[in-house]
């Protein structure tokens, strides 16, 4: 498996379609878009690798930093707005991406024959007024830069862990911003002009089963931080992950486990200790919200985007279901840029809206549902790839979500409440990868056949669910969750959503109603 790194979740036409013509000739023949907004290219030959990543970089794009120990790829909410706000963020996203890049030259060595890559990045180009090499190589001589390395900011050993950043506008969640090791939350005033950032840290989903000391967490606030000192905030928090990380148990290496033990106020002093000034409070801004961003919206420059869902992210053609094929069709008819979303779907930017009704009917013609006639609850659901292609994966989560999603509407219909739309997440193993432990219901792999069920996580995804059930059985889904939403039928605040609900009463009131309810007995 080949994973491109996609800062902002970008797609310029002409790399999708090289990597449609790559996945084509080099891979399984599909493309799968993840969670951080990138794609993933599946059954590459290791005799093809050099050909297929030294195409990818010489057209502009990357695979460095899509994995490894190191920051992975930066993500941005994908609605590309043209507000100061929006316009910000996706800028931000990019330059973060630039400055925590490896600056080792053993990529391009092995990859490129030590040459130079035929263009610059196409997001680097993005942010050169920003003077990102400079900020990078900046020393304060406070111990965040470590001159006689290759790698001044990453040392000779690299991060503990993987290093996972994201960036939004106050009150678009679409990104998941509490699961990220830094989020930042841009902050302008009234005239658009941007002030500073709000810093969060310590988010993450990665845990193991049966090992208490591994754990899902959503980030704290750090604090706010003003546009000119952003950079040296973002290396200096680096930086501690980097010298007082866990190093000895890899399962405890993530930046997650040192905010925990320290404690954010901590954590905040440690921080500060390598950029030299304090960090100012929090602003409180509007409440979160969460929006796929799918069906077509204005710009407000004049363009439309569209927001196309896709099942688990599987770009594929298969019966009368040909996503490939259409994608293809439109970037070559219309040079459409994409973004791939953080729930695996895709958006189309800067369309003219004279273009709007032949994009809609090349998706018809090929068997693409347009989003009013997706289940909200495929809109709300995420899997990982599990089974086949992941070496980790305990069970299935991609190729059984589907009829899972099926069977909890089954239920919900069964039981008159059929209109809630519910957040859903699988993951074939404790990984997190789909980022299960944020949602309002969560199976989570633990052996063939086998899943946890996580319950309580919000629908705006701002905290982590609760484990409810160490065992759920596939064949027990039904029989599972309808005593649940009995008991949501019943007992629901008004207009209290299902994760909300779950969260308020604990799994210990929801086992005890779960063990004297009858099957069949309340509806709403």
């Given at each position: 498996?080949?994973?491109?790194?996609?800062?902002?979740?970008?797609?310029?036409?002409?790399?999708?379609?090289?990597?449609?013509?790559?996945?084509?000739?080099?891979?399984?023949?599909?493309?799968?878009?993840?969670?951080?907004?990138?794609?993933?290219?599946?059954?590459?030959?290791?005799?093809?690798?050099?050909?297929?990543?030294?195409?990818?970089?010489?057209?502009?794009?990357?695979?460095?930093?899509?994995?490894?120990?190191?920051?992975?790829?930066?993500?941005?909410?994908?609605?590309?707005?043209?507000?100061?706000?929006?316009?910000?963020?996706?800028?931000?996203?990019?330059?973060?991406?630039?400055?925590?890049?490896?600056?080792?030259?053993?990529?391009?060595?092995?990859?490129?024959?030590?040459?130079?890559?035929?263009?610059?990045?196409?997001?680097?180009?993005?942010?050169?007024?920003?003077?990102?090499?400079?900020?990078?190589?900046?020393?304060?001589?406070?111990?965040?830069?470590?001159?006689?390395?290759?790698?001044?900011?990453?040392?000779?050993?690299?991060?503990?862990?993987?290093?996972?950043?994201?960036?939004?506008?106050?009150?678009?969640?679409?990104?998941?911003?509490?699961?990220?090791?830094?989020?930042?939350?841009?902050?302008?005033?009234?005239?658009?002009?941007?002030?500073?950032?709000?810093?969060?840290?310590?988010?993450?989903?990665?845990?193991?089963?049966?090992?208490?000391?591994?754990?899902?967490?959503?980030?704290?606030?750090?604090?706010?931080?003003?546009?000119?000192?952003?950079?040296?905030?973002?290396?200096?928090?680096?930086?501690?992950?980097?010298?007082?990380?866990?190093?000895?148990?890899?399962?405890?290496?993530?930046?997650?486990?040192?905010?925990?033990?320290?404690?954010?106020?901590?954590?905040?002093?440690?921080?500060?200790?390598?950029?030299?000034?304090?960090?100012?409070?929090?602003?409180?801004?509007?409440?979160?919200?969460?929006?796929?961003?799918?069906?077509?919206?204005?710009?407000?420059?004049?363009?439309?985007?569209?927001?196309?869902?896709?099942?688990?992210?599987?770009?594929?053609?298969?019966?009368?279901?040909?996503?490939?094929?259409?994608?293809?069709?439109?970037?070559?008819?219309?040079?459409?840029?994409?973004?791939?979303?953080?729930?695996?779907?895709?958006?189309?930017?800067?369309?003219?809206?004279?273009?709007?009704?032949?994009?809609?009917?090349?998706?018809?013609?090929?068997?693409i549902k347009p989003v009013e006639e997706v289940d909200p609850l495929s809109r709300l659901s995420m899997a990982c790839p599990a089974l086949p292609l992941c070496g980790l994966a305990q069970t299935e989560a991609e190729r059984i979500m589907p009829s899972y999603i099926e069977r909890v509407r089954s239920v919900l219909e069964k039981m008159n409440i059929g209109e809630e739309e519910i957040l859903m997440r699988m993951t074939g193993c404790p990984n997190g990868c789909a980022r299960p432990y944020m949602a309002e219901i969560a199976f989570v792999g633990d052996g063939p056949k086998s899943y946890q069920l996580w319950l309580g996580g919000s629908p705006v995804l701002t905290r982590t669910a609760?484990?409810?059930?160490?065992?759920?059985?596939?064949?027990?889904?039904?029989?599972?969750?309808?005593?649940?939403?009995?008991?949501?039928?019943?007992?629901?605040?008004?207009?209290?959503?299902?994760?909300?609900?779950?969260?308020?009463?604990?799994?210990?009131?929801?086992?005890?109603?779960?063990?004297?309810?009858?099957?069949?007995?309340?509806?709403?």
């Amino acid at each position: 498996m080949l994973r491109l790194k996609q800062p902002a979740g970008e797609l310029p036409p002409e790399l999708y379609r090289l990597i449609d013509d790559l996945s084509a000739k080099h891979g399984q023949g599909d493309l799968r878009a993840t969670t951080r907004q990138c794609f993933q290219i599946h059954g590459i030959l290791k005799g093809n690798l050099k050909t297929v990543i030294s195409s990818i970089m010489n057209i502009g794009s990357s695979t460095v930093g899509a994995c490894g120990d190191v920051n992975r790829n930066v993500m941005t909410t994908p609605a590309p707005f043209a507000t100061p706000e929006y316009q910000e963020a996706r800028k931000w996203s990019k330059a973060c991406a630039d400055l925590f890049r490896p600056l080792s030259p053993a990529f391009s060595e092995i990859w490129l024959d030590g040459e130079k890559a035929a263009t610059v990045e196409t997001w680097s180009k993005d942010v050169e007024d920003l003077n990102v090499d400079q900020a990078m190589l900046y020393d304060s001589g406070r111990g965040i830069i470590l001159p006689d390395s290759v790698e001044p900011i990453y040392g000779d050993r690299y991060l503990p862990r993987k290093f996972k950043i994201g960036v939004t506008v106050p009150g678009d969640n679409s990104i998941d911003i509490y699961t990220n090791d830094i989020g930042l939350v841009v902050i302008c005033d009234e005239a658009g002009e941007l002030e500073g950032f709000n810093v969060m840290v310590g988010g993450g989903m990665g845990r193991t089963h049966n090992k208490e000391n591994t754990f899902a967490r959503a980030a704290d606030h750090l604090g706010f931080v003003p546009k000119e000192d952003i950079f040296e905030v973002l290396k200096s928090i680096l930086a501690s992950q980097r010298d007082h990380g866990n190093r000895d148990v890899r399962a405890n290496a993530r930046m997650k486990y040192l905010v925990h033990t320290l404690g954010i106020d901590n954590f905040r002093s440690l921080v500060e200790s390598y950029f030299g000034k304090p960090i100012q409070p929090w602003r409180e801004t509007v409440e979160w919200k969460y929006n796929d961003w799918m069906g077509w919206w204005e710009q407000g420059d004049g363009k439309l985007f569209y927001g196309q869902h896709v099942d688990n992210g599987r770009v594929k053609d298969e019966g009368d279901f040909r996503l490939k094929t259409a994608l293809r069709v439109l970037v070559d008819r219309y040079n459409l840029s994409m973004i791939l979303s953080p729930t695996q779907s895709l958006i189309f930017r800067d369309v003219d809206p004279k273009d709007k009704e032949g994009i809609e009917t090349v998706l018809r013609e090929h068997g693409i549902k347009p989003v009013e006639e997706v289940d909200p609850l495929s809109r709300l659901s995420m899997a990982c790839p599990a089974l086949p292609l992941c070496g980790l994966a305990q069970t299935e989560a991609e190729r059984i979500m589907p009829s899972y999603i099926e069977r909890v509407r089954s239920v919900l219909e069964k039981m008159n409440i059929g209109e809630e739309e519910i957040l859903m997440r699988m993951t074939g193993c404790p990984n997190g990868c789909a980022r299960p432990y944020m949602a309002e219901i969560a199976f989570v792999g633990d052996g063939p056949k086998s899943y946890q069920l996580w319950l309580g996580g919000s629908p705006v995804l701002t905290r982590t669910a609760y484990p409810y059930m160490a065992k759920m059985n596939n064949d027990d889904l039904e029989v599972t969750l309808e005593p649940i939403f009995a008991m949501y039928i019943q007992q629901r605040q008004q207009f209290e959503a299902f994760g909300d609900f779950c969260h308020r009463v604990g799994a210990d009131a929801i086992e005890q109603y779960s063990s004297s309810y009858t099957l069949g007995s309340v509806k709403a």
